[in-house]
């Protein structure tokens, strides 16, 4: 039962609604209001708290926007060079395999400079979990054309719109690992309403359980907002991505093990 103060006065609330784990820092975030990046935290720092696995879990913040993860993970972070996380997490694995070992990734990160160490980690099948945040854009470095840029989204550079014919289609990233033998488990998932999120928690649980089981990689991608890149108030680039990322980015579970 939780109790706050109102008016000098000692409430009771019969219900606790939202409670921050442990396992978030003080520290303030350091991304836009409205990003989903901040929730996609929480639901990480809840999985590993819940498994009571703070002082057993690595995580490995390579650049882009959740560069500075590790000042609001209480756990042990490694921060990577760009887009070179899975190739860092399959090293520390491979030295403390008992240990949980997780990158977090935006999509200029994972899908551009990083593509290479993406997809060979996936096929090796390195016993670790991706946590993959796509908003289309790269949102730290100024909102230029990522490769999950949609056809026809403007971006720093593309302002006219992304151009299939010349500048390619975007890059699914999850349905292009989920072909590969060495992924056990792959999702798509969104943080932009309650559902969405208790759906997005459990993938991510999933993801870190089945470490335990040493059958692969697990791979939990998260569609996500940028208002600031897309130069749009926090509900209106949730309803944008509703509109415009779900139908080429679907929700839910891609590949899932056999029981």
Same mark, same amino acid.
């Given at each position: 039962? *939780?109790?706050?103060?109102?008016?000098?006065?000692?409430?009771?609330?019969?219900? =606790?609604?939202?409670?921050?784990? %442990? #396992?978030?820092? %003080?520290?303030? &975030?350091?991304?836009?209001?409205?990003?989903?990046?901040?929730? *996609?935290?929480?639901?990480?720092?809840?999985?590993?708290?819940?498994?009571? +696995?703070?002082?057993?879990?690595?995580?490995?913040?390579?650049?882009?926007?959740?560069? &500075?993860?590790?000042?609001?993970?209480?756990?042990?972070?490694?921060?990577?060079?760009?887009?070179? +996380?899975?190739? #860092? *997490?399959?090293?520390?694995?491979? #030295?403390?395999?008992?240990?949980?070992?997780?990158?977090?990734?935006?999509?200029? %990160? &994972?899908? *551009?400079?990083?593509?290479?160490?993406?997809?060979? +980690?996936?096929?090796?099948?390195?016993?670790? !979990?991706?946590?993959?945040?796509?908003?289309?854009?790269?949102?730290?470095?100024?909102?230029?054309?990522?490769?999950?840029? =949609?056809?026809?989204?403007? @971006?720093?550079? @593309?302002?006219?719109?992304? %151009?299939?014919?010349?500048?390619?289609?975007? &890059?699914?990233?999850?349905?292009?690992? +989920?072909?590969?033998?060495? !992924?056990?488990?792959?999702?798509?998932?969104?943080?932009?309403?309650? @559902?969405?999120?208790?759906?997005?928690?459990?993938?991510?649980?999933?993801?870190?359980?089945?470490?335990?089981?040493?059958?692969?990689?697990?791979?939990?991608?998260?569609?996500?907002?940028?208002? @600031?890149?897309?130069?749009?108030?926090?509900?209106?680039?949730?309803?944008?991505?509703?509109?415009?990322?779900?139908?080429?980015?679907?929700?839910?579970?891609?590949?899932?093990?056999?029981?």
């Amino acid at each position: 039962m *939780a109790e706050k103060i109102t008016n000098n006065d000692i409430v009771q609330e019969e219900n =606790l609604v939202y409670k921050k784990t %442990d #396992l978030l820092t %003080d520290k303030s &975030l350091s991304y836009c209001p409205g990003c989903g990046h901040g929730t *996609a935290h929480r639901l990480v720092m809840e999985v590993i708290e819940e498994l009571n +696995a703070q002082e057993e879990t690595i995580g490995i913040a390579p650049v882009g926007c959740s560069v &500075l993860a590790y000042e609001f993970m209480d756990i042990d972070m490694q921060q990577a060079a760009h887009g070179r +996380a899975p190739a #860092l *997490a399959t090293a520390i694995k491979r #030295l403390y395999p008992e240990k949980y070992v997780f990158t977090y990734q935006g999509d200029g %990160d &994972l899908a *551009a400079i990083g593509t290479a160490e993406t997809i060979h +980690a996936c096929n090796r099948g390195e016993n670790i !979990t991706i946590i993959f945040v796509n908003n289309g854009i790269y949102g730290m470095t100024g909102g230029q054309m990522a490769p999950t840029t =949609l056809p026809g989204m403007k @971006s720093s550079t @593309s302002p006219y719109g992304r %151009d299939v014919e010349t500048m390619g289609s975007p &890059l699914k990233m999850t349905e292009l690992v +989920a072909q590969l033998p060495g !992924t056990y488990f792959v999702s798509r998932q969104a943080v932009h309403t309650p @559902s969405a999120v208790r759906k997005a928690k459990k993938a991510i649980k999933k993801a870190f359980e089945n470490q335990k089981l040493k059958k692969g990689l697990s791979f939990v991608e998260i569609v996500s907002n940028c208002n @600031s890149g897309w130069k749009m108030t926090p509900n209106q680039s949730n309803k944008w991505m509703v509109d415009n990322m779900f139908p080429y980015y679907p929700l839910g579970d891609i590949k899932v093990p056999e029981e």
